[in-house]
């Protein structure tokens, strides 16, 4: 069965920077779309970006676009969320999801439905 492992997150002052790193001990990445979700308290799962399998198509959230900027290493058979300009509006819980759907850049981040796999996540806050 296929397991996400999230890590990177942590606590940051307002306009520093963290990567997050999403991987699947034992099992390739390369045949799915990776998308990472957030969510905060008392709010829904938003969201935040989306890399095709192949990785030449990715696309973001509005609150997020700009600043932050999704990659994949399939030789590490990793994908990266690099946060960047970071905002307390931006403190959650990461997510990353896998799903077998074609995405092409810029399209809407497909909803919570169309994933089969889920992390546990990885919390960001952003404070000073």
């Known amino acids: 069965q296929l397991r996400l492992v999230e890590s990177g997150g942590g606590l940051v002052q307002p306009g520093g920077s963290l990567r997050l790193s999403c991987t699947a001990p034992g099992f390739s990445l390369d045949y799915y779309a990776i998308s990472w979700f957030r969510q905060a308290p008392g709010k829904e799962r938003e969201g935040v970006s989306c890399?095709?399998?192949?990785?030449?198509?990715?696309g973001y959230a509005d609150s997020v676009k700009g600043r932050f900027i999704t990659s994949r290493d399939s030789v590490k058979n990793t994908v990266y969320l690099q946060l960047n300009s970071l905002k307390p509006e931006d403190t959650a819980v990461y997510y990353c999801a896998a799903g077998k759907f074609t995405y092409g850049t810029d399209w809407p981040i497909p909803s919570v439905r169309e994933y089969d796999w889920w992390g546990q996540g990885t919390q960001v806050t952003v404070s000073s």
């Open positions: 890399i095709s399998n192949i990785g030449g198509s990715t």
